[in-house]
Nanobody
Framework: QVQLVESGGGLVQPGGSLRLSCAVS????????MAWYRQAPGKQRELVAS???????TYADSVKGRFTISGDNAKNTVYLQMNSLIPEDTAVYYC?????????WGQGTQVTVSS
């Protein structure tokens, strides 16, 4: 059974940094795309960043220049490096994977940006 497990969330002051990790386990024959989404209270889930084909990266306008998505194929792990965090980045962050023709979601990790 395929599982996505996020880690790395927490409380950080404005201007600070966090790195989220998403470890993929299970029988995986192909990885089409990996992505990070977030959902703030009272708002819809939105795409933050994605990586397709191992190298094509896209970012939401609100995080361009501050967030970086990357992957480690050997560890089946995708990362989201978040710098210059602002209070508007506060949300539950979810890992998403398009793997072996199916979609999978992690359980989410809370990121809170506050002084």
């Amino acid at each position: 059974q395929v599982q996505l497990v996020e880690s790395g969330g927490g409380l950080v002051q404005p201007g600070g940094s966090l790195r989220l990790s998403c470890a993929v386990s299970g029988n995986i024959f192909s990885i089409i795309a990996m992505a990070w989404y977030r959902q703030a209270p009272g708002k819809q889930r939105e795409l933050v960043a994605s990586i397709t084909g191992g190298s094509i990266r896209t970012y939401a306008d609100s995080v361009k220049g501050r967030f970086t998505i990357s992957g480690d194929n050997a560890k089946n792990t995708v990362y989201l490096q978040m710098n210059s965090l602002i209070p508007e980045d506060t949300a539950v962050y979810y890992c998403y994977g398009s793997l072996s023709g199916r979609s999978y979601w992690g359980q989410g990790t809370q990121v809170t940006v506050s002084s």
